[in-house]
């Protein structure tokens, strides 16, 4: 040991340093920074990590995913089981995972070597966090396209009679129709069960056009471009290529100087959010038929409570929201300071992302029952008039509509 040291001090001496000149370095260097971790740095601020917390925790599973397992669950009653799942799994595990980064200052896959048998999960994290990173930057790609779309002086998805358009975008035609018990066929003419023997009109109901809001044709149809399968691979859609191009590029500046920058673009992407969903709640209570839908998604059905899969659901949509186990909370704590109070932390920010649920549930019923209003059906049975209820296949489509 003395021969390390002298080998060291002789080092520092062929620098004209002395080993106090050298402490004292080290420690002006750290001041300067303010980085605990000199190797690793440190947040600039708390709330520099609570809102990149809540930025990760808050997505398209609070804005679109919880409305609709309430749609599916009994409305307000799944807000029983939800809460409960909260407090006995999501933030517990929230606030282990931050406590290990916080600990070992070490992302998912080093933290892992306190117990090597499990160093498998932490490269299991990062294949998760890969994967949702890929699909999530397509939805972004989408968002960019529409928000440059609606800079025409006509929105695109605001009429039928476009190319990409079908019988079933004749929504007023359509909702008169159904409104009657009638069906709209495939020449837009209205055909009632008198018009025809009874078999004769089931026959044709099941081959018939469902009624389709034509923001959801313009999606699927036009900006998608669905082919007719995937034995069919058709071109290139290069306007979405180049916008999932941007929405990578948008990735690459946040991440410029690591946490130093994305530290700072948290105070945009955590906070903007709410502010689009107060505007969009705003439109949304300014439609017709907006107040059925926020007092379908108000109304609990207590009797889904006997059904485990209503607890099920809760339980994914906990993991799904708070996003444990997915590596990105280890190494958003690992650039905490030692002695930073991340039990307060998990729990703002676990209570924070469940009332937004709660709050964007507001936004998306008030929306749904416009839809119910607009194609002439009870709220419940929305979903049966050709309308999947899945964020990716009409998530755009009614707040595109809503926009209108």
Partial sequence: M???????????????????????????????????????????????????????????????????????????????????????????????????????????????????????????????SFFIGVYYNMIIAWAIYYMIASFSKVLPWGSCGNDWNTFACNKLSSTNCTAHNGTMMQNGTCLYVDDVDTATFLNLTSVSYKPKMP???????????????????DGIRWELALCLFGSWVLVALCLWKGIKTSGKAVYFTALFPYVVLTILLVRGLTLPGASKGIHFYLSPDWKRLKEAKVWGDAAVQIFFSLSPCWGGLITLASYNKFNNNCYRDALVVSLANCLTSFYAGFVIFSIIGFMAHTLGVEVDQVADKGQDFSWGQHGFPMFANAAN
């Fill in 2 to 128: 003395n021969v390390v040291n002298e080998n060291f001090d002789d080092k520092l001496a062929e620098n004209g340093l002395t080993p106090l000149d050298a402490e004292l370095d080290e420690a002006l260097s750290e001041d300067a920074s303010g980085d605990e971790n000199v190797e690793r740095g440190n947040w600039s601020g708390k709330l520099d990590f609570v809102l990149s917390c809540l930025s990760y925790a808050v997505g398209l599973g609070n804005v679109w995913r919880f409305p609709y397992l309430c749609y599916r669950n009994g409305g307000g009653a799944f807000l029983i089981p939800y809460a409960i799942m909260l407090f006995f799994t999501g933030l517990p595990l929230f606030f282990m995972e931050l406590s290990f980064g916080q600990y070992a200052s070490l992302g998912p896959i080093e933290v892992w070597k306190a117990a090597p048998l499990f160093q498998g999960i932490g490269y299991g994290m990062c294949m998760v």
């Fill in 215 to 233: 923001s959801d044709e313009y999606f699927h149809n036009y900006v998608l471009g669905i082919s007719e399968g995937i034995d069919y691979i």
